[in-house]
């Protein structure tokens, strides 16, 4: 939601009356003075008989101009169209982008103010013969600043060619962006109602499909207030908003859901009860008081998941050892206490760079969660060798000179190696914090930028709690067992855990890239596993084989690092994994469909979307089923997957020659025949039954 | 301190104005009374038309779609109209100080002669307190309230959203629709229709 406040520091005074009929101004055809210019464009300049092609309308609004969506909201008008076409040409309904909101003294406008593009698809009629195609439309709009609105006008015109079916077409890549920001089906019917003046919608959406300021622009009139707040919760699958009625004359109603920048779905809701049940969201409508409780409710949530990180498996034998280390120190107060901060002070650091990292990639535009790092392969490896490294330390392969892990802290260095020991728990806890962080985690996204690094640095401070009090309460810390021999055996009892971890990460780095090079991975770190056993052995014999023992590692992490596939391996290894559960597929492509046609192979094709909850159903009642994944084995089916949670042009393209505006798409293509388009709603035997019984 | 108590009860009087306000919005119910000042400083209150049909417009002379029924004299047919069968027409002008469309009355009163405004007063509202009140949200945007304080219409003007003056001649004129009725004694057939045009421009 955009709610514009600018209006309250641009009071622009306009003090001259224009008096003028505005109906003279407004009849200026083709003038290049229009506030919101438009130009038409046509995705391609050939065409043949029989096929569609996309027109576009772009739009250039001035600084500080905006135009309108379909339904302009309390004020304003829509865009008109008035075609000109050649017999046997006619043209669709005008698809327009997510819009935004504009409240300017309590009336709501649904606007543009940025560039925009508004889509209009031609069908040619199979007799359309070869030659120019005239194309010609009379447009208005109205252009608006916060403050004025001038309706304008323009006549525009294109021609056209049309080809023959063998000739190639040229695409124009534009055309790609403006469909990415057109609001797309969301395939599963939604729930409205009205009562007491309160209009709630109920809206099918999985639950871990991610949401910033929501907003709900209805396109028909007269149901919602638009100027209302809306209010959503969540409640596990439901999105439910509840807003201002206006009245209930409609059945059915239509209109897009806003879930972040350029996001948006295009849905369907008819009549019945709708329940104000769930979490609440909080959007950027909630006052500052509502944002600041939020702050502190994330900070103590924040700090508490910190704190349980000090049991996690990757975290607790780090901690636990140093902290009977401290203990030992107990005579030196000064020395324990100066640990204790430069420990904190590299866990809240760590923390927080996470945090500003997370940030600027949410910003940036990337779709990344927490623990975001242990996406890359080549991060996973080095925190997998220096888990094994720790392990091996802690079981007493050899001993680390600079890492206190050990019963070593009277060492001179011992500030700068707690320091590094606070930064390795924190960048180690983060991938536990998942289950205890989600709610505060999930504030960071709502709140300003410098609230949401205080909540990153909260889990830090939670995370160095128990060291700050035992080094500030000598109390606590003369209940701590007294180092002794027995420390020794606890010690390499610790390794324990820190090999879980390691088995945790080498299982997380199969699944990322695979078996084969896997199996490369862990012989590189067999190979640190080994040089850490030489360098133990010469510790041994007083030997020291400090700087060669260094270069050997960084050769040989180095050697894991560069072994590691690339990215695009890495992200088909991805895709296939996430089916691989039960029905592997292949990423769709129209290459690779053609390819398995021509072959005679029989294809299965299907388009999900994480956000489809109809997608994610038939997943998992027919689709990721052992019956349907054996039948299709059998006879050999092919099975290529399409993921559109992100807008893919290709795909786009695709469901639109198959005459759908989104997902769920299923096709089945048996060899040599014209592919079949599935029900929306699939059962197992809607799907074998296409092998075993071929209509 | 001696405003504050004055404030207070400004805020007060205003709330307990706007308040019940909200209600009269809805077709059907009484229409809020109100109070405003005309183009020579003279009060005008809608209850002292009791009795008579009365037919508010917001107005604002900067706006195109405005311009639209003025420049084609529909709007000046309208009130002429309403005027011949006994209604009184009500121009309001909820334009803030230093907004478009904002006048004073020197102005208003020029502005009457060159368009030959026909209405039976031009009130401003720089305040927006009636405008809110009604939930007037365009220029212009038309109630009609019925000789029992009832309001019975409200919405656009016509039935084409448009600053196109050619569609005036096709449009369905709601206000004189629903006038006709009421003056046969029928139900007002069309009592609730989009509004469309500029938005209101209220202070805040």
């Known amino acids: 939601m955009t709610f514009d406040f600018r209006i309250f520091s641009i009071m622009l005074v306009f003090a001259a009356l224009v008096f003028a009929p505005a109906a003279e101004a407004q009849n200026r055809l083709g003038n290049t003075e229009l506030n919101v210019p438009a130009t038409l464009m046509a995705e391609s300049q050939q065409v043949k008989a029989g096929q569609s092609v996309t027109l576009a309308f772009v739009m250039e609004p001035k600084p500080t101009w905006h135009g309108y969506w379909e339904n302009p909201g309390d004020a304003g008008i829509g865009m008109s169209f008035d075609w000109t076409l050649p017999a046997g040409v006619t043209a669709g309904k005008p698809q327009f982008p997510v819009p935004d909101t504009l409240l300017i003294s309590s009336i709501m406008n649904y606007v543009y103010k940025g560039d925009y593009a508004v889509l209009v698809n031609l069908v040619l009629s199979d007799k359309a013969r070869p030659g120019p195609l005239p194309i010609s439309v009379k447009s208005e709009w109205l252009s608006c600043t916060d403050e004025i609105c001038v309706p304008e006008q323009d006549e525009l015109s294109i021609t056209l060619q049309v080809v023959g079916n063998e000739a190639p077409l040229v695409l124009d890549k534009r055309f790609n962006g403006f469909r990415a920001a057109l609001a797309r089906p969301l395939g599963s019917e939604a729930g409205f109602a009205v009562s007491n003046d309160r209009f709630r919608l109920s809206i099918p959406l999985p639950a871990n499909v991610e949401i910033a300021k929501p907003y709900f622009f209805i396109k028909e009139d007269g149901i919602v207030d638009y100027a209302a707040p809306q209010k959503f919760s969540r409640d596990g699958d439901r999105l439910i908003l509840e807003t201002g009625a206006r009245g209930d004359e409609l059945d059915t109603i239509t209109g897009i859901l806003k879930i972040g920048d350029h996001m948006g779905f295009l849905l369907t809701a008819t009549k019945g009860e709708v329940a104000m049940t769930g979490l609440p969201l909080a959007n950027d409508g909630a006052k500052t008081e509502g944002n600041a409780s939020l702050l502190f409710l994330a900070l103590g949530g924040a700090l508490l998941g910190g704190l349980l990180l000090n049991l996690m498996p990757c975290v607790f034998p780090i901690l636990s050892l140093k902290a009977i280390s401290l203990a030992k120190a107990g005579g030196n107060e000064t020395e324990v206490r100066r640990d204790a901060l430069a420990y904190t002070a590299g866990v809240v650091l760590v923390a927080t760079a996470l945090g500003a ?13 927490w623990a975001f790092q242990l996406q890359d392969p080549r991060i996973i490896f080095v925190l997998l060798a220096l888990v094994t490294a720790i392990g091996l330390n802690l079981a007493g392969l050899f001993e680390l000179p600079n890492l206190n892990f050990g019963n070593k802290l009277t060492r001179k260095d011992g500030a700068s190696g707690s320091f590094w020991t606070g930064a390795l728990a924190a960048f180690v806890a983060t991938p536990c914090t998942g289950p205890f962080m989600a709610a505060a985690l999930g504030a960071t996204i709502i709140l300003p930028p410098i609230a949401a690094l205080i909540i990153f640095a909260g889990l830090g401070v939670g995370l160095a709690l128990p060291f700050l009090l035992l080094a500030f309460v000598p109390a606590i810390r003369n209940r701590l067992p007294k180092p002794g021999p027995w420390l020794d055996s606890f010690r390499k009892a610790m390794a324990v855990p820190m090999f879980l971890t390691s088995i945790g990460l080498i299982w997380l780095l199969g699944r990322q890239i695979g078996t084969d090079a896997l199996g490369l991975s862990l012989i590189f770190l067999l190979t640190v596993s080994l040089i850490l056993w030489w360098f133990g052995g010469g510790q041994i014999k007083g030997l020291s084989r400090g700087a060669l023992t260094s270069a050997a590692m960084v050769a040989a992490i ?9 990215e695009e391996a890495m992200n088909s290894q991805k895709l296939a994994n996430t089916s691989a559960a039960t029905l592997p597929s292949e990423v769709f492509s129209e290459t690779r469909l053609s390819a398995l046609r021509a072959s005679g192979q029989p294809v299965f094709a299907y388009f999900t979307a994480d956000w489809c909850i109809t997608c994610k159903a038939n997943e998992a009642a027919a689709i990721q089923r052992t019956e349907t994944a054996d039948v299709f084995a059998d006879a050999n089916v092919t099975v290529l997957m399409g993921d559109w949670t992100r807008p893919d042009p290709e795909i786009s393209r695709f469901l639109e020659k198959h005459g759908r505006a989104g997902v769920p798409l299923y096709l089945y293509y048996a060899p040599g025949k014209e592919p079949v388009i599935l029900p929306q709603i699939l059962t197992v035997a809607t799907l074998t039954d296409l092998v075993t019984n071929p209509a | ?8 009860v400004a805020t007060i009087a205003a709330i307990a104005l706007a308040s019940p306000l909200a209600a009269a919005q809805k077709n059907g119910a009484i229409a809020q009374d109100f109070k405003l000042t005309d183009v020579n400083g003279k009060t005008i209150q809608l209850s002292q038309f009791r009795g008579k049909t009365v037919v508010l417009e917001w107005h604002n002379p900067g706006c195109p779609f405005v311009s639209k029924h003025y420049s084609s004299g529909n709007m000046q047919a309208t009130q002429k109209a309403a005027r011949q069968q006994g209604a009184v027409w009500l121009t309001i002008n909820s334009g803030a100080k230093g907004k478009q469309g904002h006048m004073t009355g020197a102005e208003a009163k020029a502005l009457i002669a060159t368009q030959n405004i026909q209405s039976t007063h031009y009130l401003f509202d720089a305040k927006g307190l009636v405008g809110k009140a009604y939930g007037a949200k365009t220029t212009p945007h038309m109630y009609i309230i019925d000789g029992a304080e009832i309001l019975v219409y409200q919405g656009g003007i016509d039935d084409k959203p448009t600053a196109n003056p050619a569609d005036i001649r096709v449009a369905r004129n709601h206000v004189l ?23 209101v421009k209220y202070a805040s």
């Open chain 2, 177 to 199: 629709a629903a006038l006709s009725e009421i003056k046969s004694g029928d139900k007002v057939s069309v009592a609730q229709a989009r509004p469309y045009g500029c938005s």
């Open chain 1, 357 to 369: 990292i997370l940030l600027g990639l949410r910003a940036s535009g990337a779709a990344v969660g």
């Open chain 1, 558 to 566: 180095l050697g894991g690092i560069i072994a590691l596939p690339g």
């Open chain 2, 1 to 8: 301190m001696r405003n504050l108590p004055s404030f207070t």
